[in-house]
Every structure is written in structure tokens, then in C-alpha cells.
């Protein structure tokens, strides 16, 4: 498995933006897409924005429109860009790999990493 590592969180108002980054020790094998995930305090781990290969994009409900994932496959890096930001986005935000078919995708692939800690302020 090629270690994920997350980046880029921090503490902003409400309103603020912040942009995360999903770096890659090296290119990975075996699927098709990348996906965020976040978990707040005392709560489940939830899917948050997928892209796949085709360049295809999908987004919980709640950050439609405030959103967008990205990648740079020249530098194994994706990207989630977080606009109007809201107390409710606050959590530790994770990143994996997946293989989806259409609309369906496998769980993730690999074990999960520390993640990076995004704290919205009202």
C-alpha cells in the first residue's frame, strides 16, 4: 500500500477557506479514484468528495457548490478546496483511495492516516 498523507488544516471563521492537500508517497495501483473524508468529535467517519479518473466529481450534500476536489497526478497530490466554510465542516478530514463502477464504489483502500484538523469558528 503507498502511505497517504494529509495536509493543510487549520482554524478559521466562518465564511473563511481553506485548501487541503492529499500527497501520495508515490503513484498507486488498483483504482480509480480519490475520495475526503471527515470525522467530528464523538462522531462517524463520513464520505465527503470523490474524483475519478475520468475526471467525473461527486459531493455530500451539505458542501455542494462550497467545495471542489482536484488533483495533480504529475505530483500524486489531491486537493480539496473549501469555501464558505461553516462550524458544521469542523473535523479531522482524511483522504483514500477507491474503485468505483458508475455511481458505486468500494469501500477504502487503505488504513486510514492521521488526517488534518479543520476548525470553523463562528
Known amino acids: 500500500q503507498v502511505p497517504l498523507v494529509e495536509s493543510g488544516g487549520g482554524l478559521v471563521q466562518a465564511g473563511g477557506s481553506l485548501r487541503l492537500s492529499c500527497a501520495a508517497a508515490?503513484?498507486?495501483?488498483?483504482?480509480?479514484?480519490m475520495g475526503w473524508y471527515r470525522q467530528a468529535p464523538e462522531k462517524q467517519r463520513e464520505w465527503v468528495a470523490r474524483?475519478?479518473?475520468?475526471?467525473?466529481?461527486n459531493y455530500l450534500d451539505s458542501v455542494k457548490g462550497r467545495f471542489t476536489i482536484s488533483r495533480d497526478n504529475d505530483k500524486n497530490t489531491v486537493y480539496l478546496q473549501m469555501n464558505s466554510l461553516k462550524p458544521e465542516d469542523t473535523g479531522v478530514y482524511y483522504c483514500?483511495?477507491?474503485?468505483?463502477?458508475?455511481?458505486?464504489?468500494?469501500?477504502?483502500?487503505?488504513?486510514w492516516g492521521q488526517g488534518t484538523q479543520v476548525t470553523v469558528s463562528s
Open positions: 474524483i475519478i479518473d475520468d475526471g467525473v466529481t
Open positions: 508515490g503513484r498507486i495501483f488498483g483504482v480509480n479514484a
Open positions: 483514500n483511495a477507491l474503485r468505483c463502477s458508475g455511481v458505486e464504489c468500494d469501500s477504502p483502500y487503505f488504513a
